[in-house]
């Protein structure tokens, strides 16, 4: 595989360690188990049965803890302390030949966590102030098909699923801008049918 596929498999496994680390390295890691890929050794660690049993059961609960408004908020609070380490070593993982963790890769992963788990939690905060729960919901599940649909094209056509991610991201958060603002604007209209003076009275 040339090093500019293998760059851009290990910005995007940091990319979505930052949305759902549990379902990243899970799936990871029953690719390397399953015979789909080949892992590097540095990533080789992620199909143990001790990875992959506790990956998946803490993929499960996340998968329930992010579908409840304020819950999926303070999720993300705590998960910070994690998501960005992993998005930091799958990205210096996929890139080591030799199980080797270069300090600029590292580097380079920890950031682009940083960045998808800033834009999710932003993202999952503005929506947050929705009094509805469906765009929690639909935000939800956008986030679990993307990671799913990600890791699927990683291997194959890895900048093709890079680029469709960091988009899909950007249309999340982009959409949640707009669900805020249209959510004030509605309250502000509503301020103002209230407090305005009715004809007739002084």
Request: with cysteine; charged share 10%.
């Amino acid at each position: 595989m040339e090093t500019a596929h293998v760059f851009a498999i290990g910005i995007l496994l940091a990319w979505l360690a930052g949305i759902r680390a549990y379902l990243t390295v899970f799936g990871v890691g029953v690719a390397g188990l399953m015979g789909w890929l080949e892992l590097p050794p540095a990533l080789q660690v992620a199909q143990s049965p001790w990875v992959l049993g506790t990956s998946g059961a803490l993929a499960v609960a996340e998968f329930f803890a992010d579908k409840i408004p304020g819950v999926d908020s303070a999720w993300d609070l705590l998960q910070t302390l994690l998501r960005i380490p992993a998005g930091a070593f799958l990205a210096a993982a996929a890139l080591s030949p030799d199980g080797h963790l270069g300090a600029g890769m590292l580097a380079t992963g920890a950031g682009v966590a940083l960045t998808s788990h800033a834009l999710k939690a932003g993202t999952r905060g503005l929506i947050n102030g929705s009094p509805e729960p469906v765009s929690n919901w639909m935000a939800s599940i956008s986030e679990d098909a993307l990671v799913v649909g990600a890791l699927t094209l990683a291997f194959s056509h890895p900048w093709l699923a890079l680029g469709a991610t960091v988009a899909v991201s950007l249309c999340l958060a982009l959409l949640a801008w707009w669900l805020c603002r249209a959510m004030l604007r509605g309250m502000a209209r509503l301020r103002g049918a209230f407090t305005s003076p009715r004809p007739g009275r002084p």
